[in-house]
């Protein structure tokens, strides 16, 4: 299938071209999209032959349930068979924006769409593009981010073109997007609200408006005997194709390990790779050093990690190492990405 690329920027929406996705969506075709977050595949989510195409595309596993993205909150009353109070105040808190929320669902959503599961989990985007998409068409777009599975979530539309391209209808260039990690979602189909996937919007922000919300026991490293609640984050993800290490300690004692590391590597001919900040990056000798961004802001480095992944496999790396970034607000969703591109491989110094 040929893909069509369509052109179009977060400041000067056209919604004359998005004439042609709406189209597709429509017809239950499939159409990448940026959001704030990352660039999604999307389908029209009430359309069970659109949600098999968005599983066949990605080449993901059909019990793994998709997102809804919509427009307003009366989308989010017509799929959900109760509204709890609790969706009601992440609504004036949070939307649109970089949270997911999850509901029980009612008998317009199929399970295709959430894979077979009696909740279905929605969020309202807030990238210009994605608003319009969704304003314009009134259609609710069922939409995982665009990357094949296994592989990390795109930050830009060539991400999804590597990916993506000849299996899908259409891909919106929106250029790159603004966060660059995941929504976070937050399951309200329970008693407790509880985080099943760490993001931008964290657990203090949540615990602000609901005056409650705990952590998915099965997020925790140390006790991995419980199995994670979404099923996404029970499958091994982001993995570059090298063996990536996290170097954690002292900063100094952290740039000591690394350079010993990196250097015993590239004697017996590995391609080293190592991810620095501008803080640090002048202090490494050996491999091939990329900055992710600033320890000042940390939301640089959120922005980066997904493009530095994909940028290992670009340059055939075959050992890396990286810093880790525990940073105050968005440490826990940015080492929770991380620990899996690592596949949870750490040296404490
Ligand atoms: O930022 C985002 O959320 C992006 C953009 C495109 O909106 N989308 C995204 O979708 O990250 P995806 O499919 O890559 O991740 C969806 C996650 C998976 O871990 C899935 O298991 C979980 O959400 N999920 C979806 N519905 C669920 C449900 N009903 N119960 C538990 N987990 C659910
Ligand atoms: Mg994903």
Known sequence: METIRIDMTEEKVDHQKLEAPIEILKKGGLVAFPTETVYGLGGDALRADASKKIYAAKGRPSDNPLIVHIADFSQLEEIASEVPESARK??????????????????????????????????????PVARALLQDSRVMIAAPSANTSGRPSPTMADHVWEDLHDKIDCIIDGGTVDIGLESTIVDLSEDVPTILRPGYINQEMIREVLGECIMDPGLS??????????????????????????????????????NELAKEASESGEIVGIVATEETKDRYKYGRVLTIGSREDEDSIAHNLYGILREFDELGDTKMYTEAFSTPRIGQAIMNRLLKAAGHKVIEV
């Open 90 to 127: 992440l609504n004036e808190a949070f939307w649109p924006g970089p949270l997911t929320m999850i509901v029980k669902k009612n008998d317009k959503v199929p399970y295709e769409t959430t894979g077979g599961l009696d909740t279905v989990a929605v969020r309202m985007p807030s990238h």
């Open 221 to 258: 490293e140390e006790n991995k005997k419980v199995r994670p609640k979404a099923p996404g984050m029970r499958y091994k993800h982001y993995a570059p194709k090298g063996e990536l290490y996290i170097v954690e300690g002292d900063m100094d004692k952290v740039i000591d390990k690394i």
